[in-house]
């Protein structure tokens, strides 16, 4: 309804109190059915179906399923499943070391010692390679691994001895290195943007090294970036499917572990309690996130 | 003139002085933009997992479409047209590159729209068992009288009732002769020279394949169901694991053919194809016999456009047409007819149609009862996550 209320003065008025309560109480029920049902129908609901199918020990797909239990959840403590989540942890925490110690320094130079007017063009320099399919990078560095390829060519030309990293542990962290560095540069960068520059100087005046003063000042400054950084990138090469698949060793991650449940064996009651554990390990990761981590550094 | 190159640089200033807001739009910017890229990440992981979702087809296009789901390379553009001259029938293909994927999805309830699948030999077993395939009804039929002797009365289906043979082929192992120590003749080679190896051999990524070239070498069927062969076979393959690169069924390509990889376990069709490219490549069938698979056609019970369907197998049962595909997509065809039909060479050639006394030692992968096949899979995660 058009209320016109500028023009027409009311002599009464024209909608009582009453409808325009109603209209205040429904407001926020219409402006948020589209993404609220989207939610409830998208993410909701398949969770919850995770959730039944995943207490239903060994529910398998096309067979009559068994009564409820906790026979799903309690197989993973067996030695073969803690073998794999043991691995995936062991990547992601590499991928979180790698990212931070290759990240910083970027950051930090981008920050603090590039021209003003370059910075967004040397961001966007590091968010390009995003823009490719992850698919497509890990069939790169395939290329750029293997035995006769790109880096051992390199090597070699060099003087330096060939290096077999594919299809072991140090192309997987190369890869998810590689994979999500941009998540890690661009918010220290939003954090190290922040540094009260004022403090450095008042650090170099009273006579601390400029080591001194990155340690003492520009690290504690940051560390909610860092810590925010670090729970990213560990979220992401936790979950990663592609780089450890392609370039890893053949022995299994979590991910493809649940991948195996869902579409080989077809136990999609195992399958679901390894997802759930998943995001359940992701939500503590998110919440520590929001309590320890940047906030407008995470929000960037 | 002087006043515009004023304006110019004042206006530079004042966009020198906006940057800080500026940047932290930016920033936004590439943050949405890098979880768009995430989620579209995910999104492929998904679909690499559950290959695509087929379009339903509209009821005004119910008749004039038909919608199979295939293994890669067994269509083409000239086969797919040749079929809509000849019944002005639309074809729309999805494929899938492993038969569990193919069940999952159908057992989902995610493949409605075809009225033909392709299952693999111990797959169609396991579905008519599920009761998810239709009878063919053999009077709307032509040509089904001419299979090579393999395929006339095969064990997974009996009198092909329930499914039609279209592709056959042979699980072995493809190497260059120029890089190998000694000329391979099975399996033993990979076991004998584990040493030298080190991360130089791929296997096929599925159970019952590797876990069958194991038995075979050990001299055990490749379908054992004595859970001490089995065991004895997951002790080889674990000796086997520093030669192993990577279980993967594609992929192993490029490496194999630059010499980065030794010894690639192939599907045939896979070898063959690869061969074509790269002539210095030869692919064996291990002497011990190994795996021998046959692809058929069924009609799933779902299936929407049973009337195309027939056509559909009709169209590949005609030997002219079937002969052409062959030589086109060098598959292995199961009818007669077509052999006959096909030039020399090809009828010659080991790769495609192996001789008689490796086939009398081959085995297809039959299904074994479901403690066993938990055995399998037992000791293929164990295999796996170590």
Known sequence: MAISSSTVEPPAPAHPGWQRHLTKLLQPFLLLAPSGLWLVMLLVVPTVLILELSLIPGFRLGQPAGGYGLGNYLQIFQIVYLQVVLRSLYFATGATIACLLLGFPVAYWIAIKAPKRWRNLLLVGFILPLWTSSLLRAYAWITILRPSGLLNSLLGAIGLPGQDWLYRSPAVLIGMAYSFLPYMVLILYASLEKLDRRLLEAAADLGATPQQAFWKITVPQTLPGIAAGGLLVFIASLGDFVVPDLLGPPSMTLSRLIYDQFLRFRNWGFGSSLSLILIFAVSVAIALLIKYGDRNAAQS | MPPTNLRNSRLLHRASLGSATSRRHFLQFSAAALSGVALSNCARNLSNAGSSPASSPTNSTANKTLHIYTWANYTDDELLRGFQDRTGIQVVVDTFDSNETMLTKMQGGGGKAYSIIYPSDYMVEKMIADEMVAPLDQSRLQGTDRWLPQWQDPVYDPGNAHSMPVVWGTTGLIFDPGRVSDPIKGWDYIWQNVDQLSRRITLINDVREVMGATLKYLGYSLNSTKPAEIEAAYNELLKLKPAIASFITNGWEDQLASGDLTVSMAYSQDAIYLIEESPNLQYIVPETGSSLWTDTMVIPKTAPNVDAA?????????????????????????????????????????NLFPSKAILAKSEGIAPVPQAITDLYERYWTQLTSS
């Open chain 2, 310 to 350: 027939y056509e559909w197998l009709n169209y590949m049962l005609d030997p002219e047409n079937s002969a052409k595909m062959v030589e086109r997509l060098k598959i292995a065809t199961p009818n007669e007819a077509a052999f006959e039909k096909l030039p020399t060479n090809l009828q010659q050639d080991q």
